[in-house]
Structures are given as C-alpha cells and as structure tokens.
C-alpha cells in the first residue's frame, strides 16, 4: 500500500520519491556568475562597514564583495577564510537576515540589502570547486594541541591551531566530524553532503588528526588530555536537551527534535525515513523550525509549532519563521504543553494559553487539544559532560583550568550559531599559540 | 505637443533624431527599418569612390566595455567605410529617398584626397536625390595609406581645401564630420567654416582600445590574436563630445556654425544636451546598435514632453540656450562660495562621503557615534566630490552662501562677482 500524508501514524514515503528529492534541495539555489557580478555590484563598498562589525567573525564583506565584482572569486574566498575557515557552511546556515544583511545600508534603505550570504557562498564554492586551500602551515612547533569536539568551534580551533605550526588531535564522541553542520542543520541547507566535504577541505592544512567515537569522560578525561598535550580546547556543545515537564512525556512518538534532524541527515533515502501525519514542535528556535518544516517536507500532513510566547519572543528569526508558514506549518504562540496523551503511544497533546507577564508566564486557565501521532521537543539544549575543574555560570561553561580553552555553544558570549563558534575557536587557538609561543600573532 | 520638426542647413526631417553614419546605416534594408521606426533622418554609412570596395576583417570588429549587470556603455570598432559596391548603395539610396520623401536622407563620403575624386563622387551622387553629404574626415582608420579619413580630418588645411572642392562642385548642403582624435576642435571647424561647410557634425569616434585579454595578451578586439586601435562611441563618449560641440558653439570664429552633435546620444536627454550646447540635431548610432531602432519612439516622446513641460514650441527654442553659459575658468566667480549639506533624513550611513573626503579630499566630514555624518564647514572646500559619491540621489546637496555671509573656512564675506583676472594672486594683475 502507498502512503500518503493522511496515513495515520508515523510512516515512512507520504509522498513520491521525486518530491521528496525536490523538496529536500538547495533550498537557496547557488548564484550562477553573472547573478553574482550583479549581485556583488550592489554593494556600496562602505566605509567602517556596519557588516563586517555585525558579523561575529568580523569578515571583511565589502573587500570580498569588490574581489567578486572584479572576477576574482577566489581571492574573496581567501579573504572570508582568513577570518571564518567554515565560512562556506556559513553562507548557508547563517542567518543573515539578523546579522550582516540586517544592518547593510541598503537594507535599511530599500529593504533589500546586498545578498552577502548567498555572494559568500559563490566565492567559497568557487575556491572549493578549484580545489584551493590557500593556507599553509607554519614550521612545526612541536607543541601538541587536544582539541574535544570536532564541531564548528573545533573545527575553526583546530584549523587555525594547525596553521600555527601546532599538532592538533581532534577528539569527537560521534562517528563523523562536523557537529552540528553534520547532525543538526536542516538538510535543504546543506545539500551535496557539504558538510563532510568542507570538513575534508579544513582538514588540507595538515597536522590535524581527527579520532571519532571517543568521548569525553567516556573514553578520554581532561587530566590524561593535559598529560598528553600541551594544551586543551574543549567545544563540546550541548550534548543535553530540556525536558518538556508534562505528563506523559515518555509515551512513544515524542522525541527530541535534535535527534530528529541528525536522523534526517544521515539517512540516505528520506523516502525511508518514518514521519507522523500529525506532527507537534514544542519551541521557537531554529531547531523547532528546522524539525516542523522537514516533517511537512516529507509528507506529514499537518505540522504545528507550539511556542509558550509571543511570536517576536522567537528565537528563530522573521525568515525562518515565514519560510516555515510558506510550507504549511502552523504556529500557535503564547501556548504551553500540559500533557501528552494517549495510550501508550502519542495521540493528542494538551497545551495551556500562558500570558507573558512581568511576574514570568502564568497560565490563563484555558487549555486546548492538538491530535499529535509525533512530538519533537525544541525547548533548548543544554551542556552535558562537563569537565571536572570546570565552572558554570548560566549553564555554560565559565572557568577553566591552566591550559584549557573553550569555545561555542558550550560557553557564553554571543548567540549560538555557528558563525560565533567559529569566532570563538579561533579566537581561543589564537589565544592558545600565544601561551604556547608566548608572542602574538 | 511639441513641434520637433527641424530644418537643419536647409534640411528638413520631421525630428532631430538622425542615424549617424555607420553600420546601421549601411543598406537600404536597414535604412527603411530606421525610418518605419521613426527615425527623422539617417546619414548613409560612408561611400568610397568607384572601383573595388574595401573590405572588412573577417573576425570581431567590435569591442565593449560594460556595467555590472552587461549594460553595454562604451562601443568600438574597426569596421571601415561601405564594403558594398558603390552602384548598389546609389541604387539603394535612390529607392528609399523616392519611397521617404519627408525624412532626411545625407551620403557620407570618404575619397581619395585629389579634387577629381571629389568631383567623380559628387557627380554620382546627384542622381539619387539625397538632401546632402557629410565629409568623413574622421574616421579613425580611414585609408591613411590613401590620404582619407583622419589622415584628412587632422590637417585643417586639408579639410577646407575638400570642402571648397565639394562645395564648388556640388549644390548640395555640406557637413564636414570632425574627428575628435586632434588637440584643439575648433581649428577643424574653422578650417571647414573657410571652405564653406554649411554645418559640422561631430564627434566621430576615439582612438581606443577596449581592454586586453589578460590570457592572450591581445588587445579587443581580436583578430587573430593582434588588436588594432578602434573607434570609441557609446555613453562613454558624451562628455568628450559635448565639450568639442561647446567649443565649437562658443568660438567666435565658428559661432552660429550649425552643428549636428553626435557622440553618446542614448536617450532624450542626452539630445537636448547637445542641443542646448549649440546642435541643431543629433547623430545616434550606438544606442540603436545596442537596443534597435524603436529606441527613437523614447527620444521623440521624452523630448516633447520636456519641451512642453518648458514651454518650448519648436526645437529651436532649445538650441543653443545653454552655450552663453559655456565660460573659462578665469570668469568663473570666485565669490560663489557653497558648501555641502548632507540631508540625515535621506542619509543611509554608507559612509563613502567620509571615506572619500577623509581620504582624497579635505576632512570636511566628521563621523559621528551612530555612523551620523557631518560636513565640518570650516573645511569643505565645497568640491562636490561627496556629492558625486553618495550613492542617493539629493542626499547631500550644496548650499549656497549667502552675499555677506562669512564662510567659516577662509574668513572671507561672500562679496560680488570677482574672478581670476582681477584676483591679487593672479601675476598678471599685480604685474599692472
């Protein structure tokens, strides 16, 4: 028998084959080179560029833009991995629309700001289809570097840490590298396996050995790390995911979005991968959005976001927000989960209308019934694993020993999105190579 | 509505938007299209004298340069004159001018520099009953072997003995084509004024190359991996040429000389340009060569629409209005003192205008907390270079001071007119 999106439970192949390729394709098609001349030309070269100070790698925009104007594509891939080495998963996850192209001039002007994603995007792809690296190490130094987590924080420490003359050994707990570029970001961002290729890219620079299924705590302990290396960065994420705290969390068909998504991303044919005809996101955050537009995208009939406040109180941003209505997803605001019910398995989830008050929510006593054969809890990551000798503050890590760094999602500091993890891994191999070396630079 | 009909040197056409000589010119099939799209007149592409046609390269004649997005602004080319035998052109021009009487026709003509050339060409003509000629001494290329073209165009004394020579043995109305490729325009002009021209069209193409390809290292265009200069048109051009027709416009010497302007013209803007410096009509050719021939149904409409909005009845109202205004900079008034003033309402915090007066100017702008910027007065030196860069329309302007007034830069009270000749810097005026 065919399935369809009316299928009742959760079932694999609700629509054909085909329209689940189309539907999980660049989601933004690449710019072809006389798009991106045109592009590039809108740019107004300016100065102390309000772009540049809104990225959290602090890209020169405008110099890559002008490189790209003037047909040399590859010299603004140089320019944007000098500063971002992942800035090719960048240009396709980043949201731009809250970074770099909110405050573009012409944004403000016109409402139509210069496209610095998708032109960052033709530069890196067009370096990458070259096949150019344009980064060489300096003399070894004979100082080894730990590096726990082969995320983008990792990976961006790693990279610059190499390039520094330093040995790198990358530890990651999963099976392959990337970390979230690989487990957690939407599929239609980053299609063609980009993800993996990008890490094969970074990992050109030589002196960095990547071991996977080795976790920290589990398999390693920062003490034996310290033992061995001369220094020790950890961007270990959030390994951890918020509980809904409603009755009836446990009964089957409700999961975690995040694993939801990773799922989705290792699997090889979607039209094998189960979804729910009636599918229930509880959160406001990308990841929400992330796992509610790609059950619709395979087949699910009807898929709602549930978030407990109001909709400018979304951590997903305006884009993200419309992209999800444009495919069918619903968002109900200023709701909160109940209970689960059914038997045994999810059949109907129970919210509550809260009001955002300046006493915190409060219920408004009013509650009403969602039919859900599939949950995904979006309510927030958090850090798990951490480190003895580590201080926390507002659930991220704080304080570290002697010779241990951090960075990204697992530390404060900015937003987690990973641009800033990258700006924070290089920052941290920055500040690791002048503890070793004792010199700047 | 606006009358554009225009009588040039005699010739009448129903506006002053002529095709000027060139390869949209070169048949009579081209040539009917140019006049069922509206076009007042065309200017036949050049005829050489009677024998073996010249021909042509074989691989690009055109080179361009272009905007971002491929708009086409600067055109070149090293096509000659007609490749065509002369009897089929002379046919050609006889069946269209009999089938379009009210449009103009003119013959553009290149011969060897000998008075029995000239003769033997104008004699032929005669039959086809065309309006005119128009000399080609510009043509960058000409047959310099030959003594034709700019080999002609760039000797005064050549050009006013051909032009006597045609106006001697011809009744036809004369225009004398100058090339721009000379230092001083007006000696052309009045070299051909001697000789009797009845008008002057200008400018003919620049002396260019177009770009060199960085893989070939062959100049643009190519034949066969060697480059020769070619002749420069296109929007790029416009300024060049509304100088030389000003030049000419102003000179006493060749003052009321007409002058059908040529060089750049896209739009009707750029027509009322040149006609407000002194052209009586205008030439386009790459304009029609980039977007075809129903370019002229913009050019029509959009010139009687400013004449009407200015209350201009007839073409001859526009013509020439603004050459009183054409100066030397020693009689430009060093009293008018303005300064820029940016509007921060418009203002879209791009910072070019800091970017550029900080860096290549005079530090007349501050930036302020919030990227606010502000023309410091005591600075500008009102050089308009802010202006030229902002990239929105009226956001910075200049303000004039007014008389009195005490510009915070110099000290100095806005007085009366006073230029240069009586400045107490000016040598010459402390040698008295």
Not at chain 1, 93 to 118: D, Y
Not at chain 1, 327 to 340: D, K, L, M, S, Y
Not at chain 2, 333 to 351: M, P, S, W
């Amino acid at each position: 028998m065919t399935n369809s999106p009316l299928t009742p439970g959760i079932a694999p192949a609700r629509l054909p084959a085909d329209r689940i390729v189309g539907n999980f394709a660049d989601h933004e098609p690449p710019l072809d080179q006389h798009e991106a001349h045109v592009a590039a030309d809108r740019c107004y070269f300016c100065h102390d560029a309000p772009c540049v100070t809104a990225c959290p790698t602090s890209i020169d925009i405008p110099l890559f833009i002008r490189q790209i104007a003037t047909g040399t594509a590859e010299s603004a891939a140089t320019t944007i991995w000098t500063q971002n080495i992942l800035g090719g998963m960048c240009a396709r996850v980043c949201p731009t629309e809250t970074l770099c192209e909110e405050v573009c001039v012409r944004e403000v002007a016109e409402g139509k700001p210069v496209e610095i994603g998708r032109l960052q995007r033709f530069a890196t792809d067009t370096a990458m289809a070259r096949g150019l690296h344009p980064f060489a190490r300096a003399a070894a130094t004979g100082r080894t570097v730990a590096v726990v987590g082969a995320g983008p924080a990792g990976l961006a420490c790693a990279h610059r840490l190499a390039l520094h003359g330093h040995e790198v050994m990358v530890y990651e707990r999963r099976a392959k590298a990337g970390g979230l570029n690989e487990y957690g970001i939407a599929s239609y961002k980053s299609t063609g396996n980009f993800a993996q290729r990008e890490v094969e890219w970074l990992l050109q620079i030589g002196g960095i050995t990547v071991q996977t299924g080795v976790e920290l705590g589990r398999d390693i302990k920062l003490e034996g790390l310290l033992a061995m290396h001369d220094a020790v960065f950890l961007g270990i994420g959030l390994g951890g995911v918020n509980a809904l705290r409603a009755a009836g969390e446990d009964k089957a068909g409700v999961a975690n979005a995040v694993d939801f998504i990773a799922e989705l991303r290792q699997t090889d044919d979607l039209t094998t991968l189960p979804v729910g005809r009636d599918v229930v996101v509880i959160g406001g955050g990308m990841t929400a959005v992330d796992a509610a537009v790609q059950s619709k995208l395979l087949g699910a009939e009807n898929v709602t976001i549930v978030y407990r406040r109001g909709q400018d109180r979304m951590s997903a941003s305006g884009y993200e927000q419309e992209h999800a209505t444009s495919v069918g997803v619903r968002i109900i605001c200023n709701a909160a989960p109940v209970a689960v019910h059914g038997n045994g398995a999810v059949r109907e989830v129970e919210f509550g209308y809260v009001a955002d008050t300046a006493d915190g929510l409060q219920p408004t006593g009013e509650t009403f019934r969602l039919k859900a054969d599939q949950v995904f809890k979006a309510i927030g990551q958090t850090l798990s694993g951490v480190p003895a000798g580590a201080a926390l503050e507002g659930g991220k890590i704080a304080g570290l020993p002697a010779r241990v760094w951090a960075g990204g999602d697992c530390t404060g500091g900015g937003e987690d999105l990973t641009v800033t993890a990258v700006a924070q891994g290089r920052d941290a191999a920055e500040a690791i190579h002048v503890s070793l070396m004792g010199v700047a630079g | 509505m606006a009358n554009l009909t225009t009588d040039f040197i005699g010739i009448k056409s129903p506006n002053p938007f002529w095709l000027a000589s060139a390869p949209p010119t070169d048949k009579e099939y081209n040539v009917r299209r140019a006049f069922e799209a509206g076009w007042g007149g065309v200017v036949w592409k050049t005829l050489g004298s009677e024998g073996p046609p010249v021909v042509n390269v074989n691989g690009p004649r055109y080179g361009a340069i272009w905007g971002a997005d491929r708009r086409l602004l600067g055109l070149n080319n090293i096509e000659l004159i007609t490749d065509r035998p002369l009897e089929v052109n002379l046919r050609e021009i006889k069946s269209v001018k009999r089938d379009w009487k009210d449009r103009a026709l003119i013959i553009s003509l290149m011969v060897p520099c000998d008075e029995e050339s000239w003769k033997d060409i104008l004699h032929r003509i005669e039959d086809t009953e065309a309006d005119g000629v128009e000399l080609n001494f510009g043509c960058p290329h000409g047959m310099a072997e030959r003594g034709m073209g700019s080999a002609v165009g760039q000797v005064p004394e050549y050009i006013e003995m051909v032009t006597r020579w045609v106006k001697q043995h011809s009744r036809m109305p004369c225009i004398v084509k100058l090339t721009p490729n000379i230092s001083d325009i007006r000696k052309p002009a009045e070299a051909a004024k001697r000789g009797g021209a009845d008008a002057v069209s200008l400018i003919n193409t620049i002396n260019s190359i177009t770009s060199v390809n960085l893989d070939s290292f062959s100049p643009e265009p190519m034949i066969d991996g060697k480059g020769t200069h070619g002749g420069y048109c296109g929007p790029a051009v416009k300024p060049i040429a509304l100088n030389m027709v000003a030049e000419i416009a102003r000179s006493p010497e060749t003052h009321g000389l007409p002058i059908s302007g040529i060089g750049g013209v896209t739009t009707w803007r750029d027509a009322a340009e040149f006609m407000a410096l002194g052209a009586g009509n205008v030439q386009v050719c790459t304009a029609a060569m980039t977007y075809g021939f129903k370019i002229v149904q913009e050019m029509i409409s959009g010139l009687s629409q400013y004449m009407d909005d200015k209350g201009m009845t007839s073409t001859a109202d526009l013509v020439g209005r603004a050459v009183p205004n054409v100066t030397d900079w020693q009689f430009l008034n060093l009293n008018y003192v303005t300064k820029a003033q940016i509007d921060q309402d418009l203002c879209i915090k791009c910072g070019r205008c800091y970017a550029a007066c900080e860096d290549t100017s005079h530090q007349a702008i501050a930036m302020l907390p919030g990227r606010v910027f502000e023309v410091k007065d005591e600075d500008c030196v009102a050089c308009n270079l802010c202006v030229n860069v902002c990239p929105v329309e009226n956001c910075i302007t200049m303000t004039e001071m007014p008389k009195g007034a005490v510009d915070p830069r110099t000290g100095d009270t806005v007085g009366d007119y006073a230029n240069w000749t009586t400045h107490p810097n000016n040598p010459s005026v402390a040698a008295e």
